[in-house]
């Protein structure tokens, strides 16, 4: 299976600042997906990143806020843009490996003080 | 949107015990898929169930996706304390069968020696 390298791995931010999340995937795959997990939740879609496409946001998300970059096959950046102290949450991308599931990355824990 | 419940949301036994977790919705998918999450970490695929009545049995891990394709269960042979995480089962739609999934909330299964 793939194999997904997610970073920063966590980060503590200023309300009102951006942050952008890169994940890069060692092989190419059609669809990537990005999560918000909080804490002690499950897992919400925020987007599916497109290649050579914009992305489709889930209901309750939108681009200006979270804006998403799919350059090529392999990676995919999220940018959670001028944060509060709400959007604290780990974040996580995936990728689609048919019926075999998802692959994640390790997430970014992201704290917004 | 297809909601999966699942149940118990939090488990607490000794080393040597069993257990079981429970994932049930009013939908069917075309697949479910269960994973495993440890802190830090993003969640990783235990299984993947696809034929109604399906059992899969991974070492101690059993898992049964129900007749109706509504529901599935994990069962747990003689926990160890390697065993504790966060259990999520996920759902692909019907007509959708490697693209999004819908996250049960999760069950925190604590085993402790």
């Known amino acids: 299976s793939a194999v997904i390298s997610q970073k920063p791995s966590r980060d503590i931010c200023q309300r009102g600042t951006s942050l952008t999340i890169q994940c890069q995937v060692d092989?190419?795959?059609?669809?990537m997906f990005w999560y918000r997990q909080q804490p002690g939740q499950s897992l919400t879609l925020i987007a599916t990143?497109?290649?050579?496409?914009?992305?489709?946001?889930e209901s309750g998300f939108v681009i200006d806020k979270f804006p998403i970059s799919r350059p090529n096959l392999t990676f995919s950046t999220l940018t959670v843009s001028n944060m509060s102290p709400e959007d604290s949450s780990i974040y996580l991308c995936?990728?689609?490996?048919?019926?075999?599931?998802?692959?994640f990355g390790s997430g970014t824990r992201l704290t917004v003080v | 949107t297809q909601l999966l419940e699942q149940s118990p949301q939090f488990l607490s036994i000794q080393e040597g015990e069993n257990l079981t977790v429970y994932c049930n919705s009013s939908?069917?998918?075309?697949?479910l898929q269960w994973y495993r999450q440890e802190p830090g970490e993003g969640p990783v695929l235990l299984v993947t169930?696809?034929?109604?009545?399906e059992v899969k049995k991974l070492k101690r891990l059993t898992f049964q996706f129900g007749d109706a394709r509504k529901d599935s269960s994990l069962h747990i042979t003689a926990a160890q304390t390697g065993d504790t995480g966060l259990y999520l089962c996920?759902?692909?739609?019907?007509?959708?069968?490697?693209?999004?999934?819908?996250f049960g909330a999760g069950t925190q299964v604590v085993v402790t020696p």
């Open positions: 995936s990728v689609a490996q048919g019926k075999n599931g998802y692959t």
């Open positions: 092989s190419q795959v059609t669809m």
């Open positions: 990143a497109n290649q050579g496409s914009e992305a489709t946001y």
């Open positions: 939908s069917v998918f075309s697949s």
């Open positions: 169930v696809v034929t109604g009545g």
């Open positions: 996920a759902g692909g739609a019907t007509t959708d069968s490697w693209g999004k999934l819908q």
